[in-house]
C-alpha cells in the first residue's frame, strides 16, 4: 500500500463490494445470489452490489426471486458442488424464513456427511437500529448462530475490517454469517490494503489499558471506543477488544487481557438476556474464578423488540454513556 492509499477512506458499503468484487475477480467459483442484487435492480436495496453483474455477468451476480428459503437452498447446492457462493438475505430478521436451511443444512452437512461434504457458503446480512426500522427489521440475532455449530459468526466495525473479514469468510470451506450494520453503512474509515485477509476468530486489541478490559463487536465497538477515550482523560486505562468474529470468538486473547486487568465489561447491541456477553462472561468466571477485583458487567439491550418510536429506539440502545458508567462502576469510581 503507498502513502496516498493509506491516507484514502472508504465507507462500509464501498468496503463491501470491493471485497465482493476482489473475490469474484480472484475466483471463478464465486457467485452472489439474493434480492434485486444485479444493476438492472440497482445492485441490491442500498446498492452494496453496484457494478457487478455488468462487470462479472448476471449468470455470476443472480437477482432471485423473494424467498430466503430459496435464496439459501441454491447457494447450499452450489457450494457443495464446488463454488464459493455469497447469498444475501437483505436483512438480518429475514434468516428467520431460512432458519431451517441455515441451521439443518449448511451448518451440519460436514458433520453429517463424515467430513466429507464441505459448505464454502457466506451469508451477508445487515442489520441494526437507529433508522425507525421496527421490530421486524432492526434485530441482531447473532446469538442464534453462535448456538449452532458449524457456522462462524462475523461482525465487523469498520470498513477496513469489513473488507479483509468478508475475504477470509469467502475463502472459508465451511458456512460463514456476515453481519453488516446499516446504520454505520456510509460511516468512513481508512482504506483497507487490497487483498489483505484479516483471520477468523481472532480479536483485534483496539487500545491498551491496564485498569479495566471492554469487550465488543460490530457498531458498538465506535461507542465503546469514545467511551474509552473519555476514561482515559479521567486517568482510566481501558483495554478495548474488538470481537470481529463472534463466533468462535477468542477466548485467549480475552482472558489474557481481564487476567491482567482483573475487570471485565461486555457490550453489545443484541438484547442483554441469553446474550453473548453471556458466554463471554461465563467464560471469564471459569477461567479466572478469584482473580477478579469486580463482577463482570455486561451491557446489552431490554428485553423487548427494537422499538419504533425514535424516542424509545434511542433509550433502547446502549450508549456511550451507559458504557462510560459501566467501566467506572468497574474500577470503583462513583456514578
Known amino acids: 500500500m503507498t502513502a496516498a492509499d493509506s491516507e484514502k477512506t472508504i465507507n462500509t458499503i464501498q468496503a463491501v463490494n470491493m471485497a465482493l468484487d476482489d473475490a469474484m475477480a480472484g475466483n ?17 436495496v ?22 430466503e428459503q430459496a435464496i439459501i437452498g ?20 429475514f434468516t428467520a424464513v431460512a432458519m431451517d436451511m441455515i441451521v439443518n443444512h449448511a451448518a451440519k452437512l460436514r458433520f453429517m456427511s463424515g467430513g466429507q461434504t464441505h459448505v464454502p457458503l ?16 432492526s434485530d441482531y440475532l447473532e446469538a442464534w448462530f453462535a448456538h449452532t455449530a458449524g457456522i462462524k459468526v462475523v461482525a465487523p466495525s469498520s470498513p477496513a ?30 482504506a483497507p490494503e487490497r487483498g489483505k485477509r484479516i483471520a477468523l476468530g481472532k480479536a483485534h486489541v483496539m487500545r491498551r489499558g491496564e485498569d479495566v ?36 470468538f477468542d477466548q485467549t486473547t480475552i482472558i489474557e487481557s481481564v487476567a491482567k486487568t482483573g475487570r471485565a465489561v461486555i457490550v453489545h447491541e443484541a438484547v442483554r438476556n441469553f ?38 429506539e434511542n433509550a433502547f440502545l446502549p450508549d456511550k454513556s451507559a458504557i462510560a458508567q459501566a467501566l467506572r462502576s468497574s474500577v ?3 456514578t
Open 213 to 248: 478490559t471492554l469487550i465488543s463487536y460490530s457498531r458498538a465497538v465506535n461507542d465503546c471506543a469514545e467511551a474509552a477515550a473519555q476514561l482515559a482523560k479521567e486517568g482510566i486505562g481501558v483495554e478495548l477488544i474488538d470481537l470481529r468474529t463472534v463466533a468462535p
Open 122 to 137: 457466506t451469508i451477508r446480512t445487515m442489520t441494526g437500529a437507529g433508522f425507525g426500522n421496527g421490530g421486524q427489521h
Open 275 to 312: 446474550g453473548v456477553g453471556a458466554e463471554i462472561a461465563a467464560c471469564i468466571n471459569e477461567d479466572l474464578h478469584g482473580q477478579l477485583k469486580h463482577k463482570v458487567l455486561r451491557i446489552g439491550a431490554p428485553q423487548c423488540p427494537v422499538p419504533f418510536s425514535k424516542v424509545l
Open 74 to 93: 441454491a447457494a447450499i447446492g452450489a457450494a457443495m458442488v464446488g463454488m464459493r457462493p455469497v447469498a444475501e438475505i437483505m436483512l438480518m430478521n
Open 161 to 190: 475490517d469489513a473488507y479483509g473479514l468478508l475475504l477470509s469468510c469467502i475463502d472459508d470451506d465451511d458456512p460463514c454469517l456476515f453481519i453488516e450494520n446499516l446504520p454505520t453503512y456510509w460511516a468512513a474509515g481508512p
Open 332 to 334: 470503583g469510581v462513583p
Open 46 to 67: 442500498l446498492g452494496v452490489t453496484q457494478g457487478l453483474s455488468t462487470k462479472y455477468g448476471q449468470s455470476r451476480v443472480r437477482s432471485t426471486p423473494i424467498s
Open 28 to 44: 471463478r467459483d464465486v457467485i452472489l445470489l439474493g434480492e434485486d442484487i444485479a444493476d438492472p435492480q440497482a445492485g441490491g
